[in-house]
């Protein structure tokens, strides 16, 4: 729309210097018609021809068609009029300030040049006159940089809304990821779970079960030969169940306590001990050192069943009365230590029970110790590395 009216406005006030062309002078008529020329060159090539300095020089060059016109018609200032359309169109196109204020110069500089030839030629000034047109020119040139501020803010709300659109596509796209992966944890996590509690069930139960079966066995045979041995093997039969009862409870308590949160751990360590103490008879003193939370909850388990293990065999082959159980929380590790006052021994033969816990341990790239002195009672010390884990494969740990 602009720009059809920049071209009615050229079209309209060069006929209007045409038409008034004093008789006798057929060339400014002639030079009104070439100005026109001139002016509609440079409107289609400024818009046809893409490029700053292009549309730069035809401002320029406006400018001076229009000048021109005021030099030749001195007794008429309404080439401003023109000139303010022109400066409106400069406005809108140029931002840089330097060559606002170059044009500014030369316009004022030549506006005073058109004066004095007027008042050298006419011996005066219109002063209302072209106080009106020139206020035309300053109209033309705010309104066209008002006019570029409302393109610019358009352009940026454009931009702004095409990197909104683009952030709610990538947040889409996250959100049905994490979605994605929300589910395969889910999974995963519900897989772990099931293994564990079959683990628990294997480790605690299967090989109990596995032992109270070949006793039932021995016990059939030899009922017929010989009841006492048959009522010892009962006997050892009794406490395998028990035992594996026992164990039962431990696993349960254990997985219970798996999700509970910064304290679940030493809350579920206090409650075996207590039910140990119960159950056995075993007088259990329980230390902590440094901060639990920065155990990872992957490792709160194995804790707990190294503590199960090492308690029940304590019981069982140590006759011990009293055990000390130490959690150290350091940065870089955690560190498990039980002690008992049973009755130890001077060769430790590792069974079911040790190498199971010592598989455990392993997972976590984790060490484990046994030391033990005949009359001197059992200690397990464990080292869980929190920052750096290594695996020994081909040796002994």
């Keep these: 729309m602009l720009l059809h009216l920049r071209v009615v406005m050229f079209i309209l006030f060069c006929w209007f210097y045409y038409d008034n062309t004093p008789p006798g002078h057929p060339w400014s008529k002639v030079f009104v018609v070439l100005v026109l020329s001139g002016l509609l060159i440079s409107h289609f090539s400024m818009f046809w021809i893409n490029g700053r300095k292009i549309r730069l020089a035809n401002i320029y060059l406006d400018s001076g068609l229009c000048f021109a016109l005021g030099f030749v018609y001195l007794n008429s200032s309404a080439y401003l009029i023109l000139l303010g359309i022109i400066a409106m169109t400069l406005f809108m196109s140029i931002s840089d300030v330097r060559i606002l204020k170059i044009y500014s110069f030369l316009f004022l500089l030549f506006l005073l040049g058109e004066f004095l ?35 610019d803010a358009s352009d940026t709300l454009n931009e702004q809304y095409k990197k909104l659109d683009e952030s709610h596509r990538a947040l889409s796209e996250a959100h049905f990821q994490l979605k994605q992966y929300s589910d395969q944890v889910e999974e995963l996590s519900t897989a772990r779970e099931r293994n564990r509690v079959a683990r628990e069930i294997h480790d605690t139960v299967g090989h109990k079960m596995t032992a109270l079966l070949v006793q039932l066995e021995l016990a059939r045979e030899f009922l017929a030969r010989d009841v006492k041995k048959s009522e010892d093997i009962l006997a050892i039969c009794d406490q395998l169940a028990r035992t594996s009862l026992e164990e039962v409870r431990y696993s349960v308590k254990t997985l219970r306590s798996d999700d509970k949160g910064e304290q679940s751990l030493i809350m579920a360590v206090r409650t075996i001990l207590e039910d140990f103490h119960q159950a056995a008879g075993v007088k259990s003193e329980l230390e902590l050192k440094g901060d639990p939370s920065t155990i990872p909850d992957s490792m709160r388990p194995t804790i707990i069943r190294v503590i199960q293990e090492s308690l029940t065999n304590a019981k069982r082959h140590g006759a011990a009365s009293k055990s000390h159980v ?45 030391e033990s002195l005949a009359g001197g009672g059992f200690q397990t010390e464990v080292t869980f590395p929190l920052l750096q884990k290594k695996w020994m494969i081909g040796g002994s740990a």
């Design 326 to 370: 130490l959690i150290e929380c350091r940065e870089s590790e955690v560190k498990l230590m039980i002690c008992d006052n049973g009755i130890g021994t001077a060769k430790i033969m590792p069974g079911f029970g040790l190498v199971n816990m010592k598989e455990r341990i392993e997972e976590h790239a984790g060490t484990i110790l046994f």
């Design 117 to 151: 030839a007027r008042f050298i030629v006419y011996g005066s000034f219109d002063f209302l006159g072209d106080l009106l047109n020139v206020s035309f020119v300053a109209f033309g040139a705010i309104g066209g940089n008002l006019v570029r501020k409302l393109y």
